[in-house]
């Protein structure tokens, strides 16, 4: 008998020999139809494997990542079945799982694919899937296996086989199809109930330029006919949402070659928007006890030596800028917190100064390498919307609980109600690594965990993934499509305030050291941006949209109200328009539509007798006659709403 342990703790003893699968159907059927592989011992293999010995197993489903990639990967074996026999003779390179599905590199001696033959493929695995044929592992001798691939004829296969050693080989086979594999794979074909194969791309052999171009398959299977069209419509929509197809149509930003990939310019629109966040977040800062400062695009090679970015990212950073005279170095600014060390210092602190919080919108400018480069959300400048709080060790954590007001107040006024937050704290054994004195480290611990837990912050604690200078709070939020993003860090650091040896006169008139937080609500305003984008789809909440009312007058005749309507609501602090081109009124509503514009005044000459505006609801259409001032009241009032908004929920 052997003795397995869940992971619960639990211990029961099976007949040695027994599967993980055999354990499964012991417990219920229910969860034998769901187990794709099997952990042992902490190595993931096939549910089918008889387990010889004591162990601690884990059943991995669909939902585990690790299910998953046995799932996608076992998919493209059976795609290279059914290429098999769509293409006799075709010659196969290797299929792994990626993050979302799996490919099979294919030789198909200069014949391209078609669409049309995708589709016989994917119908060919649905057929194949079908017979439900198990995955079968077999161990097997180099040469008998040289002797399977040579007599198959597959150059490829053959060339993996060289750099393998004997008595660490195994295939594996479903139904007529066999492959040189490691596993592992799900019990049989059958689990595979959907598929789609989604493009196909040229691919080298082993990624090398001198070998031969490669045909590669992208496939994407589920369990479920149901999940696979979900999971399309999802595709489908993030498409439509990317934040860089919305930046084009919306206006609001552009890239230029001629100025340098990964330097986003911000238009009229985009820089409406970018203004609105800032005095938001800014006006919510003031009374919050922030002071704004401003500091340079650049600092001198000697701040980064002294603060040691110098000598961890000096390399990976932008060049240092010489002065023509005297030789001096300058560094694109690629983080704010220096400088603001420096302003920390212009003054002899004392106990009670603390805290002191100073915000900056401060630019800073970080090398990536081109090809890393991505919309707003991978750039080589950007703004930081950033601010360090210096305080005592007892200050901590109430200035953790003023910033988590902060976050949460920014979240609920764009619509962000789904997050989780994280608290990373220390490795629990190895503490060799930290820089801080272990009493610090312990009450900033402390506060918070605190922190997060009196402002009700159903929070996922993490050992070991604080920074050597300190613990920190992440929020990561939930958006429209379910995808999770890393917004608001809350970091505490005991570096700085010793490499640039702040101080301030304790009560008892001694020196101390303050601590120091680093926070950023937003993170940076570009990849803010980018998220705001495509959570909302482009329509922004009422009180951000660059352009919140359009006033369309139905022909010339009406121009001059139109533009009398649009400075009275520009008096009233809303940003209005009018579209004064010679267009059809239904062109006009049409082309505010796709700028996503929230109200439309249709304004002809009832309205203009009147003092009124016809008023259409972008994506609502027409919601009636309403006066003019009505209308501004109405508006002025619905953007207060908003702002702070409704409050957030927690998931855990
Ligand atoms: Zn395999
Ligand atoms: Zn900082």
Redesign the pocket.
């Known amino acids: 008998m052997i003795h397995i342990t869940f992971p619960d703790g639990a211990v029961r003893e099976y007949q040695e020999g027994t599967s993980s699968l055999d354990i499964a159907k012991s417990i219920s059927e229910g969860l034998a139809r769901k187990v794709l592989a099997a952990e042992v011992d902490g190595q993931v293999v096939d549910a089918t494997r008889p387990l010889d010995k004591d162990a601690q197993i884990k059943f991995l489903t669909w939902d585990d990542k690790s299910g998953k990639s046995t799932f996608w990967h076992s998919s493209a074996h059976l795609m290279a079945e059914a290429l098999e026999s769509v293409f006799p003779g075709v010659k196969l390179g290797i299929g792994p799982a990626i993050e979302t599905g799996f490919y099979y590199d294919i030789d198909l001696d200069g014949r391209s694919i078609t669409e049309e033959d995708l589709k016989r493929i994917e119908d060919k695995m649905r057929e194949l899937s079908k017979s439900n044929s198990e995955y079968q592992r077999r161990e097997i001798g180099k040469d008998d296996a040289i002797a399977y691939f040579t007599e198959k004829n597959d150059p490829y296969k053959l060339e993996l086989l060289r750099d393998l050693q004997d008595g660490q080989i195994t295939f594996y086979t479903q139904g007529g199809f066999t492959d040189l594999c490691r596993g592992p794979h799900i019990p049989h074909t059958g689990f595979i109930k959907a598929v789609k194969l989604m493009n196909i791309a040229g691919a080298y052999w082993r990624g090398n330029e001198k070998n031969k171009m490669l045909t590669r398959i992208y496939g994407v299977t589920y369990p479920s006919q149901k999940e696979l069209d979900q999971y399309l419509t999802l595709l489908e929509e993030a498409k439509k949402r990317d934040h860089r197809k919305l930046g084009k149509e919306l206006e609001l930003f552009a890239f230029s070659e001629k100025v340098g990939s990964g330097l986003p310019l911000w238009l009229p629109k985009g820089a409406m928007l970018r203004e609105r966040l800032q005095q938001f977040l800014q006006k919510a800062q003031l009374a919050s006890g922030y002071l704004p400062v401003v500091t340079p695009h650049i600092g001198s090679k000697q701040l980064y030596i002294t603060s040691g970015h110098w000598e961890k990212y000096g390399k990976d950073s932008f060049r240092p800028i010489t002065t023509p005279q005297e030789g001096e170095e300058f560094m694109l600014k690629p ?3 220096p400088h603001h060390c420096e302003i920390y210092k212009t003054q002899p602190r004392s106990y009670k100064d603390l805290p002191l919080r100073l915000a900056e919108f401060g630019t800073v400018y970080r090398y990536e390498q081109s090809g890393e480069l991505h919309g707003l959300t991978r750039v080589r400048g950007f703004t930081q919307d ?1 601010a ?1 709080l210096f305080c005592r060790p007892d200050q901590v954590k109430d200035e953790f609980k003023k910033v988590i007001d902060l976050v949460l107040y920014v979240f609920r006024s764009l619509d962000f109600h789904e997050f989780t937050a994280q608290v990373s704290l220390r490795d629990q054994v190895d503490r060799s690594k930290y820089i801080g004195s272990e009493d610090n480290w312990h009450i900033a611990e402390q506060a918070i965990i605190e922190a997060a837990s009196e402002k009700g912050l159903k929070t996922v604690i993490e050992y070991g993934e604080a920074a050597f200078y300190g613990p920190k709070l992440d929020f990561m939020v939930r958006d429209a499509l379910g995808r999770s993003w890393q917004l608001g860090t809350i970091q505490v650091d005991y570096n700085l305030p010793e490499r640039f040896e702040l101080e301030y006169v304790d009560s008892d008139n001694t020196r101390k050291r303050p601590v120091m937080i ?1 926070r950023a609500p937003f993170g940076s305003m570009e990849r803010f941006i980018a998220v705001l984008l495509e959570h909302c789809a482009g329509n922004l909440p009422l009180w951000l949209a660059p352009v919140q009312v359009k006033v369309l007058p139905i022909s010339d005749k009406f121009g001059e109200y139109a533009e009398a309507v649009a400075v009275a609501l520009r008096n009233a602090d809303i940003r209005a328009e009018v579209d004064d081109r010679n267009e059809k009124i239904g062109k006009k509503i049409r082309d505010t539509e796709l700028m996503k514009v929230p109200y439309m005044l249709v304004v002809g000459e009832k309205e203009m007798t009147n003092r009124q505006v016809a008023v259409r609801k972008h994506g609502e259409g027409d919601k009636g006659v309403e006066g003019l001032e009505e209308f501004i009241n109405n508006i002025t009032a619905a953007i207060k709403e908003q702002i702070g908004g409704k409050p957030a929920t927690v998931v855990a």
């Open positions: 983080m704010n917190c950033d360090h680093h």
